[in-house]
């Protein structure tokens, strides 16, 4: 006898990406969306989602309905002796779905093992739970990526691919499109290709020349920039290197007053690997005050710039003369 498919699931964890792919197969896999409802977890009742999710199909054996964040939000801190009581009869409910049901909870982070609802599919068999976590190894998932697309990729040209967009599938899996067009079917991706089309390399060799200016090594320095405006708009290199320098500033300032390594990617907005490589950075100048007046330094020259006082590459030469010397 096979096994009756689960009625009820839950997909949770911080790969946002991973869980929409899943999503997207189990939409695909129902034909059109005559019978597929989405709802908001904030903002609808529990009886209204086991309602829907009783509803018969319509010329189909199965009924997908889609749910995001309402089992965060029925256990948020604080919460209301209502969302207690609706967190009671869904427990008390979801077990007793149609066989037609395809009832499934989306939540982008992840949820506590002590779960209530985790807790159930634990014992009951209609329902099934799955954890999306970020790949450990973004190389790994790039390789693999690049053979849905039907294309070969180099294993530099993936390591550089990682390191320049970091653990974001989504950006990911974007350039990855962009550079198995250009490339063509069974196609193969170089380290030359990342260089032409991916817009991050630039601030991968922002982040070494700025090593190199706290390190005071004037020549590496000089030689880093000019590589740079062979490659990118002045301007817009002045820019990148500014916001450097402001997230520098805001790394030591949180260092400063006791905010854990590990907690910088959720204060700065930024993917671990760029919010550790800031920490990094940041111990090679002595203090803030030095970080700030270089910032200022930074800000005065766009000022003699953008007013024409100066040309922007013998700007940007003086200025790393001055800093690096």
Request: no cysteine; hydrophobic share 45%.
């Amino acid at each position: 006898m096979s096994r009756k498919a689960p009625t009820f699931y839950v997909f949770h964890g911080e790969d946002e990406y991973s869980i929409k792919a899943q999503v997207n197969e189990m939409r695909q896999q129902m034909g059109d969306d005559l019978n597929i409802s989405e709802y908001e977890g904030s903002k609808i009742s529990v009886a209204d989602v086991l309602a829907s999710a009783r509803v018969m199909p319509f010329l189909s054996d199965r009924r997908l309905v889609l749910v995001t964040g309402m089992l965060t939000y029925l256990t948020r801190k604080g919460a209301s002796k209502d969302s207690k009581d609706q967190l009671t009869r869904l427990m008390t409910e979801l077990p007793s779905l149609p066989e037609s049901s395809r009832l499934v909870f989306i939540e982008y982070q992840t949820l506590s093992e002590k779960h209530p609802v985790l807790g159930l599919i634990g014992q009951d068999p209609s329902g099934y739970v799955k954890v999306f976590n970020p790949p450990k190894n973004p190389i790994a998932w790039i390789n693999k990526q690049a053979q849905a697309y039907d294309v070969m990729i180099e294993p530099r040209a993936a390591a550089a691919l990682a390191q320049v967009v970091g653990e974001d599938l989504r950006a990911l899996d974007n350039e990855l499109v962009k550079l198995a067009s250009y490339v063509g079917r069974k196609g193969f991706i170089t380290e030359k290709e990342i260089a032409l089309l991916t817009p991050y390399v630039a601030q991968v060799d922002v982040f070494e020349m700025v090593d190199a200016l706290g390190q005071r090594n004037a020549q590496k320095t000089t030689a880093l920039l000019h590589q740079l405006l062979a490659e990118s708009d002045a301007l817009q290199l002045f820019g990148m290197i500014i916001r450097q320098f402001r997230l520098l500033i805001q790394t030591r300032d949180l260092l400063d007053n006791g905010t854990a390594t590990k907690e910088l990617p959720k204060f700065l907005g930024l993917p671990g690997f760029v919010a550790d490589k800031l920490a990094r950075q940041v111990r090679t100048f002595d203090s803030i005050d030095q970080l700030e007046h270089i910032y200022r330094h930074l800000l005065e020259t766009d000022v003699a710039i953008k007013t024409g006082k100066v040309e922007d590459v013998l700007a940007l030469d003086l200025l790393v003369a001055g800093l690096a010397g």
